[in-house]
């Protein structure tokens, strides 16, 4: 049992959630539980080392009570979630899990290597609300990554964004660089990042502005002919940085 723990006046104990679930009455002798707090039994509690919960997923560690509560919560073993963006996905899990579960459950695309050219047509982009195209997962570096393009607005003004994630903590992410191209006309427009983690979701990512912005009028500029089509070739590059 972990803290709060509740005694009744016959001085059974029992843990928050049982309490709840007994509707405040003891399971023992029928008397009501009440607010009757178990001091004693909450110091043994907290003087208790415990391993993470999350150690069936690899993490060593062995905490006192308080230290493994704020500790799980940033503990690089547990569970990512899904990356997917074109739903809200409940689905946790590791990389390895996650990659299967996108390819099977999500059908997004899988391609293996570290440059990719990708062609983004809508047929009448005045009408694009907030659209969120096909997710598509690189393999390069023995890692995965996630190349995301979304219509949304700013204000009121109609932006597309094209950004990727690393399918990993932050600290790895770090350790390498992209590159956005896109363009038309005799023009190109470029960006040039480093990946966020998944642990950031696609709307914190998004919402950040952190990748390649275009403004509809110049994704129309780029998409040439009579503007009302909007074709977008968005060329990138991922590298591992030399530290």
Same mark, same amino acid.
């Given at each position: 049992?972990?803290p709060p723990?509740? /005694?009744?006046p016959? $001085?059974?104990?029992?843990? /928050?959630?049982?309490k709840?679930?007994v509707?405040n009455?003891c399971?023992?002798c029928? /008397?009501? @539980?009440?607010n009757i +707090?178990c001091?004693?039994l909450?110091?043994?509690? =907290?003087?208790?080392? !415990?391993p993470?919960?999350?150690?069936?997923l690899g993490?060593e560690?062995?905490f006192?009570?308080h230290n493994r @509560?704020r500790? =799980?919560q940033?503990? +690089?073993?547990?569970?990512y979630?899904?990356?997917?963006?074109?739903?809200?996905c409940?689905i946790?899990?590791d990389i %390895?899990f @996650?990659?299967?579960? @996108?390819?099977?459950?999500?059908?997004?695309?899988?391609?293996?290597g570290s440059t990719?050219?990708?062609?983004?047509?809508?047929?009448n982009?005045?009408?694009?609300?907030?659209a969120t195209? %096909?997710?598509?997962v690189?393999n390069c570096?023995?890692?995965?990554?996630?190349l995301?393009? =979304?219509?949304f607005?700013?204000? %009121?003004a109609p932006?597309? %964004?094209a950004? !990727?994630r690393f399918?990993g903590?932050?600290?790895?992410?770090?350790?390498f660089s992209?590159?956005? =191209?896109?363009? $038309?006309n005799g023009?190109k427009?470029t960006?040039?990042?480093?990946?966020?983690s998944?642990?950031? #979701?696609h709307?914190?990512?998004r919402d #950040?502005?952190?990748?390649?912005?275009i403004?509809?009028n110049m994704?129309?500029?780029?998409?040439?002919?009579?503007?009302q089509?909007?074709?977008?070739k968005?060329?990138?590059?991922i590298w591992k940085? /030399?530290?």
């Amino acid at each position: 049992m972990y803290p709060p723990i509740s /005694q009744c006046p016959n $001085g059974h104990t029992i843990c /928050q959630s049982c309490k709840i679930q007994v509707k405040n009455i003891c399971p023992i002798c029928r /008397q009501e @539980l009440g607010n009757i +707090r178990c001091l004693a039994l909450e110091k043994v509690a =907290e003087s208790l080392e !415990l391993p993470c919960k999350y150690k069936f997923l690899g993490c060593e560690g062995i905490f006192s009570y308080h230290n493994r @509560l704020r500790h =799980e919560q940033n503990c +690089r073993y547990r569970p990512y979630n899904c990356p997917y963006a074109g739903a809200e996905c409940p689905i946790t899990g590791d990389i %390895m899990f @996650l990659v299967k579960h @996108l390819k099977d459950d999500h059908n997004v695309d899988m391609h293996d290597g570290s440059t990719f050219n990708h062609r983004y047509v809508k047929a009448n982009p005045h009408e694009v609300e907030n659209a969120t195209w %096909m997710l598509t997962v690189f393999n390069c570096f023995n890692h995965q990554f996630c190349l995301h393009f =979304e219509a949304f607005h700013i204000g %009121m003004a109609p932006v597309y %964004m094209a950004f !990727l994630r690393f399918m990993g903590d932050d600290h790895d992410a770090k350790k390498f660089s992209y590159s956005l =191209e896109v363009g $038309g006309n005799g023009r190109k427009l470029t960006w040039q990042g480093v990946p966020r983690s998944i642990r950031d #979701s696609h709307i914190t990512v998004r919402d #950040s502005l952190d990748g390649l912005c275009i403004q509809r009028n110049m994704a129309l500029f780029f998409s040439g002919g009579d503007r009302q089509e909007l074709k977008l070739k968005v060329a990138g590059r991922i590298w591992k940085e /030399q530290l």
